[in-house]
Structures are given as structure tokens and as C-alpha cells.
């Protein structure tokens, strides 16, 4: 790579990878980003694009201000008292050092706005909240210039909206005033095209915000650039080797190398391996095939949490193709039963407790079912399902089925009428009384977050009762691994004996989350990558000025 004058070297072109370059380029190294995928952004660009950042500025700026140890109680209680030491300190370092790397971000230029009423995804914890979520605000994609192109999904024309309208939205038709509201952002998109605008909103405007700081710091990206091994000289990772076009190079990073290239959500076999998992449904980006991961352990590196992921219930669309169900669960008028039309738990609660619920559930092995009527449909908008040519694809497959009686749609999906039946209406009972008195569903915070609240006397329970009925092949599916590389508080590599490997480091899903097996709340993922690539950095300039 003739021509670039770096000395630290960056895996990958997510949050975590761009966020560990900013940070080493402001500690005075000389990074370089190196991608595998032909576009760059990784799996945040595909991303609802939140950051979870307990105690951030804005919090802090609009009074919402919250002792340290409220969160600190939370995450600890989440981690468990089987937590060690290590597991500890990595905790608490996402909690003192994710206000300062948004800090620092807001600095170098990203706009960062508040979501105040996302609740937690514990709502029964000591310590959860609601209010810790921040966002990019909407980003103009033509200001990055020519590297805007290569932007992952940078074709994808949508809306710029913020995760606070994604509710609303679905809404849409319930009321005048959401009506209104839709309307509006839909016309504002068109104006800012007509000003020669790209407008980008959730994981797109953060990836972009975070390319726009690179670009202004000079720092090289190669894109279409496999990691192949590390370099080791005296103990130390000094350098990668990488593969572009069948061709492979040396590259020299004597200030180290940080692996931030995702999981291996995409690999099967590396899942069948470390999870037992035959049959997996990602959302995972393709590329998420394991190669840091494998990497690191070629030269001593151990792992921690692999047997997990990041839970997401998914529709099947095609065999090759998910949908996310996420407020689909919540709102009134579904429910989720398994192959025996039995429901099996609360269908409202997050996206990473109803993922791993299907699996124990056996939604793996077998097909589960999303139940909806004639007036859900018609009353909520979704990606997926609300469109014509969407549903008969999904027909077509077998992934959806449609009867004008609940006995009739149990047949098609191989139930026992009775069964479902009884399952249905035992639930319209609920509905009507407003009390799941099976699962509690709708009492909680997070549950009513996604609900509707104008229908009563329950937001999330509705009856299932007018024709025609539709059922939906639900999916255990997942949004990457959350178990990779171990690592400690300073986003270090870990070796088998538990000492640091000089000069590598690891963050976001390349490594082992934070959080043990838990999602603290909307996007602690990306928090945790950026705060990790902070980290990363960081200690890297810091120990290369030691050197100095």
C-alpha cells in the first residue's frame, strides 16, 4: 500500500473500527482502516443506530442528570454475582468511558440528539431507567463527497428518521395527528432531495457522521481488503497480512492493531462449533464471517461468550431473507404460539428475551407462529408484511398463511384447530379485561413503549377476531454474535493464560461484550463498540508514546 503513512492498523469499518481510529489519530498515531466488504459502515449502517450512554451530556444538559450508581447497580445486577474481576472492570469501563468517547465525538463534529423515553430492557431491575439513548441526527450524505458511493446501503432511499418515529410511524393510521406527523416527514424527505440532499437517518446518519471525521482527519480506508493472519515479532503483534484481488500483503502496524470486523454471525460452521447451532437466522451483514475472530486465535487469543448472540425474533420472508419483528410483538392484536398453537410467553418484552425464549422454546427445530387479524393489518404499517408484493412472496415460500377462521389457519399451519382456538380465545379474554393473566404482558414500561396507546384498557393486548387471520413463521433470528475475542477493561487481547497480547486489541463484536449474556437497552451494542474503539485506541496511543 505504497503512498499511506500509518503506523496503527484498524479491522473494520463499523462504529468500533471508526470510532478506535478517530480516537488513535487524536492520541497522535496513524491509523488506517481496513475493510473486507466493497462498502464501508459494517452492520451500524444497517442499524436503528442508538447508542445506550448512561450519564451522557444530554442527559446532563436537559436536567435528566442520574447518579453513577444507578447504572452501575443496573449492569452489575444484569452481569450476575458469578461475574469475576475481569468481567467486573469491563463493565464499569463502558460506564466511566461511554459519556466521554460520545463527548469526544460531539467534539469532532457528530450531532448527537437524545431519545428521553426509551425505557431500559429490565424493567424489573434495581437500577434500570429510562432516557440513557442517544442518536446521530439526520446527516446529509452528499457532504462526505465521493466517498459517500461506497457507503453500505447508500442506494437505500428512506425517510431520515430518528429512533423516536419509529413507533409513531407505524402508527400512522390510528390517528389524524400521526397521520399528519407521517405525512410531514415523508414531504420533508422529498424537499431536502430536491435541495440536492441525501438525507440519512438512524444507522446510516451515525455511520456517516463518523466517516465525516475520518475524512477531515486524513485517515486512509481500504476497502475489498481481507485480514488474513497477524503478525507476531518478539511476542508483540506488529502488522497484519491481508488479501485484496488474490493478492496478499504485509502490512506494518508498529503501534498495533485493533480487530473490529464484527463476529461470526455468517460463519456455519464456526456456529455449529461454538453454538451447537445447525440452522441460525441473521441480520448480520455477510461479510460477519469470523475472520478476526479466527485470526486472534491462530497466534493465542481466548474467547469468551461465544455460545451467544444478540437475540432478534425475525419473520421469514424467503429462505435467504428476515424480517425484524419488533414492534409487531408488542402491539395489540398478536401473539406468538409454537408448533402445539400454544403460547409460551410475554411477547412484549425486548427483542433479546423473546429471541432466546424461542430458542429454549424450541423455535429452532420447529415453526413457531406470529398470529394476526384482518384489523392489525390494516390498522399498523410494517416493512414487511403491510406491503402486497412482501406477503405473497411469504405466501409463495409457505412462510405465511391466510383463512378467514382461526380453525381453518390452524390447518394450514399443521396445529390443532382446538388447540389454537382455546389459545385465541383464552387471549381475546385477556384483551377484553385488560390483564395478560398468563404473562403479565403490556405491565411494564418497555412493553407499553411499543404499544399503542390510544387503544384500551390495555395498549399491548388486543383481541384477534376479525377475519381474515393471518400467521407468520417467527424465527428465533439475531442481529451478530455477542461472544468473540476476550479481552479487559483497556479493549486489550487476551491470551489463554489470561496476560495481554501486546499490540492487539478488540471491540464490538470481534470481541466478548460487556454486558455478560444481557442487552442493557437499545443500542448497547453500538455503545459498547464505540466505547470499546475509545478504549482500544486510546491505550494504543498511550503505550506507543511510552515506547516513544
Not at 434500570?128 to 446521530?136: F, H
Not at 419473520?315 to 419488533?326: W, Y
Request: hydrophobic content about 40%; aromatic content about 8%.
Amino acid at each position: 500500500m505504497a503512498g499511506d503513512d500509518f503506523n496503527f492498523i484498524v479491522i473494520g469499518s463499523g462504529a468500533a473500527g471508526m470510532v478506535g481510529a478517530i480516537t488513535a489519530s487524536r492520541g497522535g498515531l496513524k491509523p488506517i482502516i481496513i475493510e473486507k466488504a466493497d462498502s464501508w459502515g459494517g452492520t451500524t449502517a444497517t442499524s436503528g443506530g442508538v447508542l445506550w450512554v448512561p450519564g451522557n451530556d444530554l442527559m446532563q444538559g436537559q436536567g435528566a442528570g442520574e447518579d453513577p450508581e444507578l447504572a452501575r447497580s443496573y449492569v452489575h445486577a444484569l452481569l450476575g454475582e458469578e461475574a469475576g474481576a475481569r468481567e467486573i472492570a469491563k463493565a464499569d469501563a463502558f460506564l466511566e468511558n461511554a459519556p466521554q468517547m460520545a463527548r469526544m465525538l460531539a467534539e469532532e463534529g457528530v450531532d448527537w440528539i437524545r431519545a428521553s423515553e426509551h425505557p431500559d430492557y429490565y424493567p424489573g431491575v434495581p437500577g434500570s431507567s429510562k432516557g440513557r439513548i442517544i442518536e446521530s441526527a439526520a446527516f446529509d450524505g452528499h457532504r462526505l463527497g465521493a466517498r459517500f458511493r461506497s457507503m453500505r446501503l447508500a442506494d437505500l432511499d428512506l425517510p431520515a428518521i430518528n429512533s423516536g418515529q419509529f413507533a409513531t410511524l407505524t402508527r400512522a393510521w390510528t390517528s389524524p395527528r400521526l397521520f399528519v406527523e407521517a405525512a410531514r416527514t415523508v414531504i420533508c424527505h422529498l424537499l431536502r432531495k430536491l435541495r440536492g440532499q441525501k438525507p440519512l437517518g438512524n444507522g446510516r446518519a451515525l455511520a456517516a457522521s463518523l466517516m465525516n471525521i475520518v475524512l477531515k482527519r486524513d485517515i486512509p480506508i481500504r476497502l475489498s481488503t481481507r485480514l488474513v493472519d497477524l503478525v507476531v515479532e518478539d511476542g508483540a503483534v506488529t502488522g497484519v497480512i491481508v488479501e485484496r484481488e488474490g493478492r496478499r500483503e504485509k502490512l506494518d502496524g508498529p503501534a498495533g492493531v485493533l480487530l473490529a470486523a464484527g463476529g461470526f454471525a455468517q460463519n456455519k460452521a464456526l456456529r455449529r462449533e461454538l453454538q451447537g447451532r445447525d440452522q441460525s437466522w441473521s441480520n448480520a451483514i455477510p461479510e460477519d464471517e469470523g475472520d478476526a475472530f479466527q485470526a486472534a486465535g491462530a497466534i493465542g487469543a481466548a474467547s469468551e461468550l461465544t455460545d451467544d448472540c444478540w437475540w432478534m425474533p425475525s419473520i421469514q420472508i424467503s429462505p435467504e431473507l428476515n424480517g425484524l419483528v419488533l414492534a409487531l410483538r408488542a402491539l395489540p392484536g398478536s401473539i406468538i404460539v409454537n408448533a402445539c398453537g400454544e403460547r409460551y410467553m410475554n411477547e412484549a418484552r425486548s427483542y433479546m428475551t423473546t429471541g432466546r425464549v424461542m430458542y429454549e422454546n424450541g423455535a429452532a427445530s420447529e415453526r413457531h407462529w406470529l398470529i394476526l387479524d384482518g384489523r392489525f393489518l390494516k390498522r399498523y404499517i410494517f416493512a414487511d408484511v403491510s406491503k402486497k408484493a412482501i406477503r405473497k412472496k411469504m405466501m409463495d415460500n409457505g412462510y405465511l398463511k391466510r383463512a378467514d377462521t382461526i380453525a381453518d389457519l390452524a390447518g394450514q399451519c399443521g396445529i390443532d384447530p382446538s388447540q389454537l382456538e382455546a389459545t385465541v380465545g383464552r387471549f381475546n379474554q385477556f384483551a377484553r379485561a385488560g390483564k395478560d393473566g398468563d404473562f403479565g404482558r403490556g405491565e411494564t414500561d418497555y412493553d407499553r413503549y411499543w404499544a399503542d396507546p390510544a387503544h384500551s384498557p390495555n395498549p399491548s393486548l388486543g383481541e384477534i377476531s376479525r377475519p381474515p387471520f393471518w400467521a407468520a413463521v417467527i424465527r428465533p433470528g439475531d442481529l451478530g454474535t455477542n461472544g468473540g475475542i476476550k479481552t479487559d477493561c483497556h479493549g486489550r487481547v487476551l491470551n489463554v493464560e489470561g496476560r495481554p497480547i501486546a499490540g492487539l486489541y478488540a471491540a464490538g463484536n470481534s470481541s466478548g461484550s460487556p454486558f455478560g449474556h444481557a442487552y442493557p437497552g437499545a443500542g448497547a451494542t453500538i455503545a459498547a463498540a464505540a466505547t470499546f474503539g475509545y478504549l482500544s485506541g486510546s491505550f494504543a496511543a498511550r503505550r506507543n508514546s511510552n515506547v516513544a
